[in-house]
């Protein structure tokens, strides 16, 4: 905390000894980024913003985009762990399983709404930077959820789901809440959710999602016609 509360440093090239710490640059960057999209971050503000010389953040990470893959995957990393635990968690049912996936996704998304922001820039563009998320995160996961998906399929307790449908709902339908803040205050969600409003919002996303995936589709309505 004390990096946190330390008065600006002057600007120019580090002092000997000058230290930062990591974590609270790559949460910064993480801000900045999702604030301004990649085009528009300044890591010379981000350096006036913290505190440290814009020499400091250049030694240390060498360009904007290393920073950039820095920043995400430290914040990626959690989500990470998170999913590799419910792939092979042979103490617990797949469906409890894969609820509580559902649910420390959605708080992770309520603790870090600004990878969603980034993410919601990025995944339009073709940059090495979506690339690198996919590459580093998604893929490597998706082999291990996949088959816990391929057991609940086979055992008759969920329906399939095309893997980028579910993918979606999880990280961007239940955590658009709170990447959202502006527009989720609108229509009457809480513009500074507590601990608990946030583990019933995802509860509540955990309980509709594995609630429709378990269930039969309902037919059509009167005189209509199911799209296939």
């Known amino acids: 905390m004390a990096q946190a509360t330390r008065a600006p440093r002057g600007r120019g090239r580090p002092r000997a000894g000058e230290e ?43 360009s904007k985009e290393s920073l950039w893959f820095a ?16 792939a092979d968690s ?28 980034i993410m919601s820039h990025e995944g339009a563009i073709n940059s090495p930077r979506v690339r690198f998320v996919i590459d580093r995160f998604v893929n490597p996961l998706r082999p291990g959820v996949e088959r816990l998906l391929t057991r609940l399929v086979a055992a008759g ?9 579910l993918h979606y709902l999880v990280t961007f ?16 969600a809480s513009a500074h959710p507590d601990e608990e409003e946030i583990r019933a919002h995802a509860e509540a996303v955990a309980d509709v999602l594995i609630a429709g995936i378990a269930g039969t589709p309902p037919g059509p309505g009167p005189g209509g016609s199911r799209r296939r």
């Open 20 to 62: 930062i710490d990591t974590a609270l640059l790559l949460l910064a960057a993480l801000d900045a980024f999702a604030e301004t999209g990649y085009d528009g971050m300044s890591v010379r503000e981000l350096g006036r913003r913290l505190g440290v010389s814009h020499a400091l953040l250049t030694a240390r990470f060498g």
């Open 173 to 188: 339908g239940g955590g658009a809440l709170f990447a959202n803040p502006v527009e989720s205050a609108l229509l009457g």
């Open 90 to 117: 042979p103490e617990l049912d797949d469906l409890e399983a894969l609820r509580r996936g559902v649910v420390r996704q959605v708080l992770f998304s309520a603790a870090h709404p600004q990878v969603l922001r």
């Open 71 to 86: 920043a995400m995957e430290y914040a990626l990393a959690e989500a990470e762990q998170t999913w590799r635990e419910v």
């Open 157 to 165: 307790r969920i329906r399939p789901v095309p893997y980028a449908t």
